[in-house]
T-cell receptor
């Protein structure tokens, strides 16, 4: 158990819809990272927040957005969903602000878009 | 774009050494990583190496970096059945992006 929690575990929705994925980092960690893992694209870094502020941005689509709240939990919002958005979405957390800080991964949220 | 490439499968016998290879193309990579993913789980950082190093050893794990050829390898000594998993090579480029390979599925046969 990494100490990072993600909800929900599974999510099934339809094209065009919007969903919110939630992540709680390990106690004491200030950084939260979001990743997408799909069969087509492999594992991709989406975005990082550190202490409430956006810190680094990877291959995140404009239809996706994220935020980190004062209690340090984070949400990833996915809108206008397409079939290709079906994937496993991981959240990770670390103590420090840098990408090379050791990241601890949550169990993931499996999103299925029908 | 820049790619991180790895072979998709590796099969070894228990007790043998495993060597997983990776090539990357971005010469500005600062850190290179090896992650392990077991079935149904998230990624676990195994080890990482700074780009100005050429070797790092951590118990059964040895990472070799050939910066000239942009080649990274992970050697697992005395491979055990519990090492069966998917291993991802990754690079961080500056402090703004991380790129992952497709993962190598290691199967350890008893």
């Amino acid at each position: 158990d990494s100490g990072v929690t993600q909800t929900p575990k599974h999510l099934i929705t339809a094209t065009g819809q919007r969903v919110t994925l939630r992540c709680s980092p390990r106690s004491g960690d200030l950084s939260v990272y979001w990743y997408q893992q799909s069969l087509d694209q492999g594992l991709q870094f989406l975005i990082q927040y550190y202490n409430g502020e956006e810190r680094a941005k990877g291959n995140i689509l404009e239809r996706f957005s994220a935020q980190q709240f004062p209690d340090l939990h984070s949400e990833l919002n996915l809108s206008s969903l397409e079939l290709g958005d079906s994937a496993l979405y991981f959240c990770a957390s670390s103590v420090g602000p840098d990408l090379y800080n050791e990241q601890f991964f949550g169990p993931g949220t499996r999103l299925t878009v029908l | 774009g820049e790619d991180v490439e790895q072979s998709l499968f590796l099969s070894v016998r228990e007790g043998d050494s495993s060597v997983i290879n990776c090539t990357y193309t971005d010469s500005s990579s600062t850190y290179l990583y090896w992650y392990k993913q077991e079935p149904g789980a998230g990624l676990q950082l195994l080890t990482y190496i700074f780009s100005n190093m050429d070797m790092k050893q951590d118990q059964r794990l040895t990472v070799l970096l050939n910066k000239k050829d942009k080649h990274l390898s992970l050697r697992i000594a005395d491979t055990q059945t519990g090492d069966s998993a998917i291993y991802f090579c990754a690079e961080s480029v500056g402090n703004n992006d991380m790129r992952f390979g497709a993962g190598t599925r290691l199967t350890v046969k008893p």
